[in-house]
């Protein structure tokens, strides 16, 4: 298993301003994910960050918009930049378990930054 | 593309009636999970199914992979108050995971 810490849980923005999420994984794990999730909707993949690489990006979302660092196994961040009231949402950390089973593993998911930007 | 569909979108049950969610993609999946996600929470895994026809039980939830791997259930037997939550069906496809939708289910007392 693993323990996500996600940083800050909830914060409210003005428009125009940049905030960024943190994300602190208890074990080491290749890849990160971050998803979105607007109110009632479900989760929508944002990109995948490996540590060493560029993160790569669904259609949709762009790195000027969420730039990603991943600077060691344990840590990543995402930055929502330039935000505007459409961005209000929950950003969620996900990592996969090391439990493989033909491919893939369940993913754990940090408890969440609920973003409002006014 | 890849679209999975998952229905109903709501469901409202009397606590003790039974529950199904099911999950129809358009193209055959390598595998699939399930997810449940409390009110306020974060999604928390609950199975993976990667076997044509396979069939899990986890207490009173089953799930179901089909034949074809294009479709998938989770079915709750006499559904309880702590069944409350949205329930996602999800699936992975190159190291990246995918969410559909998400059925909502509230339990009456």
């Known amino acids: 298993s693993a323990v996500i810490s996600q940083k800050p849980s909830r914060d409210i923005c003005q428009r125009g301003t940049s905030l960024t999420i943190q994300c602190q994984v208890d074990s080491q794990v290749t890849m990160m994910f971050w998803y979105r999730q607007q109110p009632g909707q479900s989760l929508t993949l944002i990109a995948t960050a490996n540590q060493g690489s560029e993160a790569t990006y669904e259609s949709g979302f762009v790195i000027d918009k969420f730039p990603i660092s991943r600077p060691n196994l344990t840590f990543s961040t995402l930055t929502v930049s330039n935000m505007s009231p459409e961005d209000s949402s929950i950003y969620l950390c996900s990592v996969e378990s090391p439990d493989r089973v033909f491919g893939t593993g369940e993913l754990f998911f940090g408890e969440g930054s609920r973003l409002t930007v006014l | 593309g890849q679209q999975v569909m998952q229905i109903p979108q709501y469901q409202h049950v009397q606590e003790g009636e039974d529950f199904t969610t099911y999950c129809n993609s358009s193209t055959t999946l390598s595998n699939i999970q399930w997810y449940k996600q409390r009110p306020g929470g974060h999604p928390v895994f609950l199975i993976q199914l990667v076997k044509s026809g396979e069939v899990k039980k986890q207490k009173r939830l089953t799930f179901q992979f089909g034949e074809a791997k294009k479709n998938s259930s989770l079915h709750i037997t006499a559904t309880q108050t702590t069944d409350v939550g949205t329930y996602f069906c999800?699936?992975?496809?190159?190291?990246?995971?995918?969410f559909g939708s998400g059925t909502k289910l509230n339990v009456k007392p």
């Open positions: 999800a699936w992975g496809n190159f190291n990246k995971f995918y």
